[in-house]
């Protein structure tokens, strides 16, 4: 009876092991683009999300000339090994050992990344040793090699894909379509076994127009973006 208790509780472990997501997306947000590029994202593949929040609410960045932000960077800067040169985040509660796959979503800050999301990779970047790593980029115009740079320093082991997305201020209509292509060529799915007969299957039909703005319905012509994948009708 014990043998059966013990194969009943294994299969049981091994189902739901098999159903929960193998990849977990990461954010920070403070203007709202990088949440629009995590709902784009999440409408084309399978995957857990989880927000970065500050933990003092309110606070301008931007003000008098990023000032702000400028100084929680310089902080940083000056001291990246110490933990007090980073700003409190709210605390985090999802355990990045259930993901093998981590995709981070942050804005670029004075062609740095994103203060807030600095103190997250710092206190589990470690943990993301060997685990698949994509990095997505929004900016207004500059480049993202900073961005880049910062996330290697906090994320020394990760598995990193062969191309980081950049979304910046002209393009971000037109996400949808970039981040199709971006899947595509970072070969998402065989990178992260995961089995794209299944995760179409199970999706929800999403219809995007060249813009990246989702239609209410299928059109009967024209060009379209149909569950991430362009259709010429």
Same mark, same amino acid.
């Given at each position: 009876?014990r043998k059966i208790?013990f194969?009943v &509780?294994a299969?049981?472990?091994?189902?739901?092991t098999?159903?929960t997501?193998?990849?977990l $997306?990461?954010?920070?947000?403070?203007? !709202?683009? &990088?949440?629009?590029?995590?709902?784009?994202l999440t409408s084309?593949?399978?995957?857990?999300?989880?927000?970065i929040?500050?933990?003092?609410? !309110?606070?301008?960045y931007?003000?008098?000339?990023y000032?702000? !932000?400028?100084?929680?960077?310089?902080?940083? /800067?000056?001291?990246?090994n110490?933990?007090s040169?980073y %700003?409190?985040?709210?605390?985090?509660?999802?355990?990045?050992?259930?993901y093998?796959?981590?995709?981070?979503?942050?804005p670029?800050?004075?062609?740095?990344m994103?203060?807030?999301?600095?103190?997250?990779?710092?206190?589990?970047?470690s943990q993301?040793?060997g /685990?698949n790593?994509?990095?997505?980029?929004s900016?207004a115009s500059?480049?993202?090699?900073?961005?880049?740079?910062d &996330?290697?320093?906090?994320v %020394?082991?990760?598995?990193?894909?062969?191309e980081?997305?950049?979304?910046?201020?002209s393009?971000?209509?037109?996400?949808?379509?970039?981040i199709q292509d971006?899947?595509t060529?970072?070969d998402?799915?065989?990178?992260t076994?995961?089995?794209?007969?299944?995760?179409?299957?199970t999706a929800p039909?999403?219809?995007?127009?060249?813009?990246?703005r989702?239609? $209410?319905?299928?059109?009967?012509? !024209?060009?379209?973006?149909?569950?991430?994948? /362009?259709?010429?009708r």
């Amino acid at each position: 009876m014990r043998k059966i208790l013990f194969f009943v &509780c294994a299969m049981l472990t091994w189902l739901h092991t098999d159903v929960t997501a193998k990849t977990l $997306v990461v954010y920070y947000s403070y203007t !709202g683009n &990088c949440r629009e590029i995590v709902t784009t994202l999440t409408s084309q593949m399978e995957a857990d999300v989880l927000e970065i929040q500050p933990a003092e609410k !309110g606070l301008k960045y931007e003000a008098n000339n990023y000032a702000l !932000g400028t100084q929680l960077l310089n902080a940083i /800067k000056a001291n990246p090994n110490d933990a007090s040169s980073y %700003p409190a985040i709210d605390p985090v509660t999802t355990s990045l050992n259930d993901y093998e796959t981590i995709i981070i979503v942050t804005p670029l800050w004075w062609s740095q990344m994103a203060a807030n999301m600095q103190t997250y990779l710092f206190n589990y970047g470690s943990q993301m040793a060997g /685990k698949n790593v994509g990095l997505i980029v929004s900016s207004a115009s500059s480049g993202i090699s900073g961005v880049v740079a910062d &996330c290697k320093r906090l994320v %020394p082991d990760g598995k990193y894909f062969s191309e980081n997305l950049w979304i910046n201020h002209s393009n971000h209509s037109n996400r949808a379509t970039l981040i199709q292509d971006w899947l595509t060529a970072i070969d998402y799915n065989t990178a992260t076994d995961i089995n794209e007969a299944k995760t179409t299957t199970t999706a929800p039909t999403r219809i995007y127009d060249l813009g990246g703005r989702l239609m $209410v319905e299928e059109p009967s012509k !024209g060009i379209f973006i149909k569950n991430g994948k /362009k259709v010429i009708r």
